[in-house]
Nanobody
Framework: QVQVAESGGGLVQAGSSVRLSCVAS????????MGWFRQAPGKEREFVAA????????KYGDSVKGRVTISRDNTKNTVFLQMNSLNGADTAVYYC??????????????????WGQGTQVTVSS
């Protein structure tokens, strides 16, 4: 079983950057793929980024590609999401998820207990 907890959100200016963190706890964390999703008010949850267990082969959602970098530090059980050139469309609750199945992770269908509570990012113009 794995638990994850996000941090780093807040109110940011348009055009600026933010780095979100997700700390994972549990056994054999280095076997888990990690990912980020977001959900804006009135919209469905959207895939943002995912990374495999050794930090390679990142995958990004089309709406953030080129502005976002996902990375992980297994020594700290942490995955990061660096977001640049923020705009109003980036305003959302950002969720971290962990899964041993990469396809299940990127599809957003990981078990409910593998998700964090989310961190709010609000971009002001």
């Amino acid at each position: 079983q794995v638990q994850v907890a996000e941090s780093g959100g807040g109110l940011v200016q348009a055009g600026s950057s933010v780095r979100l963190s997700c700390v994972a706890s549990g056994r054999t964390l280095n076997l888990y793929y990690m990912g980020w999703f977001r959900q804006a008010p009135g919209k469905e949850r959207e895939f943002v980024a995912a990374i495999d267990w050794n930090g390679h082969s990142p995958k990004y959602g089309d709406s953030v590609k080129g502005r976002v970098t996902i990375s992980r530090d297994n020594t700290k059980n942490t995955v990061f999401l660096q977001m640049n050139s923020l705009n109003g469309a980036d305003t959302a609750v950002y969720y971290c998820a962990a899964d041993r199945s990469y396809p299940r992770l990127v599809s957003g269908t990981s078990p409910p207990n593998n998700w964090g509570q989310g961190t709010q990012v609000t971009v002001s113009s």
